[in-house]
């Protein structure tokens, strides 16, 4: 089930701007040529000049000459500050190490979705997620280390979530999974796989193999309740604190 958030027409990227600009500069530089002659024509015959031939071929020239390299020139300068607002949205959007969703885009999408289904009376859960003895990681093996071990997650965390899921880094070790339409049960299940998965990977960096496990907290929104994105977190995040109190690398 693909996430309705994303749903619709996307805009034109600096990509796909870059590839279309030879034909946006033909048909501006047509359009130009076809102007002048037109205005060339209406100027001779309102005057009552002679429409000699070399009046229309230099009408026609100047156009063609000018109207390429202004295009082009015009064109390249969109598509670098159309490249710089895309990195810069993209920064503000994503964490830059796991490619996952920062955690302000991810309260925002998380707002709008549980909104979505409690309107259309579907279920949704919440999960948080941290990585057991984290700290210990990167004492040991370095911040690199830590960050082979988090883009390891991270990726697990995209493997095994559905389109329709929201997944979000919220902070060093600690990661958010919003699952639209999950019941209680459908997340516990998302969330062992992602246990298992996890315990089971190991990640090699320099000449050391690191193994590590997870603890998450899971909270769900109950029908016919007024329920809010601040609840559930609190929920979630408290759920959390169990799952580290008993021992870690569960799911409660």
Not at 37 to 52: C, G, K, N, Y
Not at 67 to 75: D, E
Request: proline share 3%; aromatic share 6%.
């Amino acid at each position: 089930m693909k996430n309705p958030l994303y749903e619709g027409k996307q805009p034109m990227d600096h990509e796909t701007r870059a590839r279309s600009r030879w034909l946006i500069m033909l048909i501006i530089t047509a359009s130009s040529i076809i102007m002048s002659l037109l205005i060339t024509f209406l100027i001779l015959h309102f005057t009552h000049s002679p429409m000699l031939p070399i009046i229309f071929i230099i009408a026609a020239l100047a156009p063609a000459i000018i109207s390429p390299m202004t295009t082009w020139s015009i064109s390249n300068l969109m598509i670098k500050v159309q490249k710089l607002e895309e990195a810069h949205r993209y920064l503000a959007t994503y964490d830059d190490l796991t490619g996952l969703m920062s955690r302000r885009a991810f309260i925002e999408q998380s707002e709008a979705l549980l909104k979505l289904c409690e309107r259309n009376n579907e279920p949704l859960a919440l999960a948080f997620l941290d990585l057991d003895h984290f700290k210990h990681v990167n004492d040991v093996y370095g911040h690199g280390g830590g960050d082979e071990v988090l883009k390891m997650f991270a990726t697990v965390l995209q493997q095994q979530k559905r389109s329709s899921d929201l997944v979000g880094r919220l902070g060093g070790e600690e990661f958010a999974l919003l699952l639209p339409y999950s019941t209680l049960d459908d997340a516990r299940a998302l969330l062992e796989r992602i246990r298992k998965q996890t315990q089971n990977t190991q990640v090699g960096y320099l000449e050391h193999t690191i193994k590590v496990t997870v603890s998450g907290g899971l909270a769900c929104i109950k029908n016919n309740t007024q329920n809010n994105l601040a609840t559930l977190i609190k929920v979630a995040d408290d759920a959390l604190y169990n799952a580290k109190s008993q021992g870690r690398n569960i799911i409660v």
